[in-house]
């Protein structure tokens, strides 16, 4: 198991920028899919993008393609969504999620650790 933390959440303006950092404790970092989800009020947790263990491929949600960027330093066990353009409609908590077996990596279920969560908040 690997415990994450995330940070960067906050209020923004429509249109504006945030990153959002999930730093992982633990061994073998490099091991694990790692990905992020969000949770709106009232919504069920979604998928928003992933990453393979070595950064070679990365996958998102239609909705967030051309705006969001997932990246990952193994040597600082981080990984990072670079949030641009942002919409009210992504207001939501984010989750980072790590997976040592994922094989569908849009399915919840497939993450074994989460991290506590941050708010990201749009304003119109």
């Known amino acids: 198991q690997v415990q994450l933390v995330e940070s960067g959440g906050g209020l923004v303006q429509a249109g504006g920028s945030l990153r959002l950092s999930c730093a992982a404790s633990?061994?073998?970092?490099?091991?694990?899919?790692m990905a992020w989800f969000r949770q709106a009020p009232g919504k069920e947790r979604e998928f928003v993008a992933a990453?393979?263990?070595?950064?070679?491929?990365?996958y998102y949600t239609d909705s967030v393609k051309g705006r969001f960027t997932i990246s990952r330093d193994n040597a600082k066990n981080m990984v990072y969504l670079q949030m641009n353009s942002l919409k009210p409609e992504d207001t939501a908590v984010y989750y980072c999620?790590?997976?040592?077996?994922?094989?569908?990596?849009?399915?919840?279920?497939?993450?074994?650790?989460w991290g506590q969560g941050t708010q990201v908040t749009v304003s119109s």
């Open positions: 999620a790590a997976g040592e077996w994922t094989k569908v990596v849009v399915r919840s279920a497939e993450y074994g650790s």
């Open positions: 633990g061994r073998m970092f490099s091991r694990y899919y």
């Open positions: 990453i393979t263990r070595s950064g070679g491929s990365t």
